[in-house]
């Protein structure tokens, strides 16, 4: 059971848009940055999103990140078959002193 | 260039002590904000966050397993290891180090990762 909580999948057709929650509460998501990653199938992850919104360099900008409360969401645009993988998101919870990511959402482009 | 390998045994038998090394080139560890991370994942499940060694010497584990991680890390030779004693056959998974810098601890930068069998 993961701490923080995502849908185990999604699915959207190509160039389409498509979203991805991760819920949390005040003792992590609530009280810090938020960062997402992109792990295509046999590889490492890899990260899309740090502190909320923000894109590292080299990053798309079909993908986007946001944050309200306790929930944090990933969004990305124009879809490609390129993008089917497992996302996860992550964060620093204060109460447990611990990393926590989320249970990983399986992206399908239909 | 910023590079993270990890390294170590590949197969152990339930109740040995794993220990995995992870070679890193790059960035210094003595930079501000700067830690190296731990992180597994058994086949077809999801990440866990194992340990973290920052810049200021602090050592963050996580609280499920705490009692059985040890990170270290050799600076004159680029290096962080992870100890993890009494491996069981649930501890099968792929073993990332990673790069974290900045609020909240996202993982910059990854390594290839290695898969680690536990079975005897």
């Known amino acids: 059971q993961s701490v923080l909580t995502q849908p185990p999948s999604v699915s959207a057709a190509p160039g389409q848009k498509v979203t991805i929650s991760c819920s949390g509460s005040?003792?992590?998501?609530?009280?810090?940055?938020v960062s997402w990653y992109q792990q295509l199938p046999g590889t490492a992850p890899k990260l899309l999103i740090y502190?909320?919104?923000k894109r590292p360099s080299g990053i798309a900008d079909r993908f986007s990140g946001s944050k309200s409360g306790t929930s944090a969401t990933l969004g990305i645009t124009g879809l490609q078959t390129g993008d089917e993988a497992d996302y996860y998101c992550?964060?620093?919870?204060?109460?447990?002193?611990?990393?926590?990511f989320g249970g990983g959402t399986k992206l399908t482009v239909l | 260039q910023i590079t993270l390998k990890e390294s170590g045994p590949t197969l152990v038998k339930p109740t040995q002590t794993l220990t995995l090394t992870c070679t890193f080139s790059?960035?210094?560890?003595?930079?501000?904000?700067?830690?190296v991370g731990w992180i597994r994942q058994p086949p077809g499940k999801a990440l866990e966050w194992l340990a973290l060694?920052?810049?200021?010497?602090?050592?963050r584990y996580s609280p499920s397993l705490k009692s059985r991680l040890t990170i270290t890390k050799d600076t004159s030779k680029s290096q962080v290891f992870l100890r993890m004693t009494k491996m069981d056959t649930v501890d099968t998974a792929t073993y990332y180090c990673?790069?974290?810098?900045?609020?909240?601890?996202?993982?910059?930068?990854w390594g290839q990762g290695t898969l680690v069998t536990v079975s005897s």
């Open positions: 502190d909320n919104n």
């Open positions: 992550g964060t620093w919870d204060r109460s447990l002193s611990a990393v926590v």
């Open positions: 990673a790069l974290a810098l900045g609020s909240g601890w996202p993982f910059w930068y």
């Open positions: 005040s003792s992590n998501i609530g009280n810090n940055y």
């Open positions: 060694f920052d810049w200021n010497e602090d050592k």
């Open positions: 790059g960035f210094s560890f003595s930079t501000s904000g700067v830690a």
